[in-house]
Structures are given as structure tokens and as C-alpha cells.
């Protein structure tokens, strides 16, 4: 898991956050709407719902998830506010309401991202026993069976092609992160390069969702990185052991390459 690829594209995060940043505080309502499609980094509620459909407890409805923002569990992995419920906030738009658990309109957008969620379906890691030991996981909710509630969602949003296209053009859509879940599963059970394996795999996945969306009349699109994988606490602890102290970088903690190849 190398990092120069994550710092450029965190740098490239947080350049696309400053353009938002930008257009709201020039006071335009640039966008009518978000759409949301991810992993535990933005869901803002559906976990629970898909944990239910296995029968599998969720942990994020009970403290201290929710207690220093929304004074309660909301099914987000956090104790507060998501980035993507800042980027709302400071769009002047509402949270993004989750696809699985609202019983509202989705006008003002929909979430469809689900805590856990794979960029590769769920089958292709069935199929290879991984994680393996009759683990439920991944769930069903890769980012093509997002993309099927997206679709599925479309006809109560837009009737022609030519309206779907003007709403669409005005909403905010987020591709990501996706790669995170897929890679750390495959840890499990593969070393390092057979997991980098699937780096073309993922992106090639990601890349077709985005022109999926374009087709529907998407035009602005933000793709979110791959976080520093190798200063996560799951790979910190997996590797914990097998690695010796000049595998780790001595200013962040976090592994270096090196360590993990
Ligand atoms: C996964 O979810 C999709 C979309 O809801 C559904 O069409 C598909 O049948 C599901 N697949 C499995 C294996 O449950």
C-alpha cells in the first residue's frame, strides 16, 4: 500500500472541496441536489437497514455514535457529522437522506452509500472464499447494486430523457471512496500484491459508474480517494507483528510500503 498515490489524491480531495467551498460562498445555489454513492465513509444511515436484511447487529445505533453532533445514533460511522454532511451544510442543501431508510421524497437527493460496501460485487469475493469461514461479507451492496437503486430510483425524480438530464445536470453526485473495503477483505485472506491485483479491477469499476451517470445526465462528479491505507488502524493492527519498527514512518506511525509488499 503505497502513499505518494493517496497524498496526490487526497491533495486532489481537498482541491475539489475548495472549489465547492468556493462556489457556495460566492452565494450561488449551484446545486439543487447531492447523490451519494459509497461506503461507511458516507453513509448516513443505511447500514442498519442492510445489516437487517442478514439479520447482523449494528453497531452504529447505539452511543457514542451520533453524541457530539446529532445528540443520538443516526446509522452513521461516527459519533457527529460525516464530510459529506459538511459539504451539504455548506452547499445550503439537507443531509443527503439515506436510499434505505427514508420514507420520504429523494428531490433533494438520496445516499445509497451502505458502511462495508465493496466497489467489485459481492459474488466475485464468494467465490473465492473471501473473507471466507461462511462470513456474510461483503453484503450485497457493491457499487453496481447502488447503481440499480439509483436507476430504480430515477423514474419518481425525472420522466424524459431531457428532464432527467436538466435535473441531474444540476445535482452534486460522489463516486466514492470505494477500494478500501475491497482491499482490506482480500488482506485477509492474500498477501499484498495479490490484493494489488484488484487495484485495476476497482477503478475500472469506478470509472464505468461514473459514465453510467454521465448517460443520465450527470455533469458534476467528484470521485474520492483511496484513504492513506497504510495509516488505517485495521492495517496497522493486521500487520502488527509481522512488521519491525523500521517498517513503520517514524514522524506518522504508519506503515510504509515497503512493509506491505
Ligand atoms: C443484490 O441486490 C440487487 C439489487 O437490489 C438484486 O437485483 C440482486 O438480485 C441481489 N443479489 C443477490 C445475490 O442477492
Known amino acids: ?25 460566492a452565494g450561488h445555489r449551484r446545486y439543487h441536489s447531492i447523490f451519494n454513492f459509497g461506503d461507511s465513509f458516507a453513509d448516513t444511515g443505511n447500514k442498519p437497514v442492510a445489516y437487517a436484511w442478514y439479520s447482523l447487529p449494528s453497531n452504529v445505533m447505539r452511543p457514542p455514535y451520533g453524541e457530539t453532533f446529532f445528540g443520538h445514533p443516526t446509522g452513521r460511522s461516527s459519533d457527529g457529522r460525516l464530510i459529506l454532511d459538511l459539504i451539504a451544510a455548506g452547499l445550503g442543501l439537507p443531509f443527503v437522506p439515506p436510499y434505505l431508510a427514508h420514507g420520504g421524497s429523494f428531490g433533494g437527493g438520496a445516499n445509497f452509500a451502505v458502511a462495508g460496501a465493496t466497489a467489485l460485487d459481492a459474488g ?9 469461514a461462511g462470513s456474510k461479507f461483503p453484503l450485497n451492496t457493491s457499487l453496481d447494486v447502488q447503481l440499480a437503486w439509483f436507476k430504480s430510483l430515477t423514474p419518481s ?3 424524459t430523457a431531457q428532464e432527467c438530464e ?21 488482506l485477509k485472506k492474500r498477501s499484498v500484491r495479490q490484493t494489488r491485483s484488484l487495484v485495476p479491477l476497482v477503478v475500472k469499476t469506478i470509472s464505468m459508474a461514473i459514465e453510467r451517470l ?6 458534476s462528479i467528484v470521485i474520492p480517494e483511496m484513504i ?32 506491505t509488499s
Do not use: W
Not at 466475485?124 to 471466507?132: A, E, L, V
Not at 495509516?231 to 510500503?257: I, K, N, Q
Open 166 to 186: 436538466e435535473f441531474f445536470g444540476g445535482s452534486l453526485f460522489f463516486v466514492g471512496e470505494f477500494g478500501v473495503n475491497d482491499y482490506f477483505l482480500f
Open 228 to 259: 492513506p491505507s497504510g495509516c488505517s488502524p485495521p492495517a496497522v493492527t493486521s500487520f502488527y507483528g509481522r512488521a519491525g519498527p523500521a517498517d513503520y514512518d517514524a514522524r506518522t506511525g504508519c506503515l510504509r510500503e515497503r512493509s
Open 157 to 159: 425524480l425525472c420522466g
Open 124 to 132: 466475485f469475493f464468494h467465490d473465492r472464499d473471501i473473507p471466507g
Open 1 to 25: 500500500m503505497g502513499s505518494c498515490l493517496p497524498c496526490a489524491a487526497t491533495s486532489l480531495l481537498l482541491l475539489q472541496l475548495a472549489v465547492l467551498a468556493s462556489l457556495s460562498a
Open 214 to 219: 454521465m448517460k443520465h445526465g450527470a455533469k
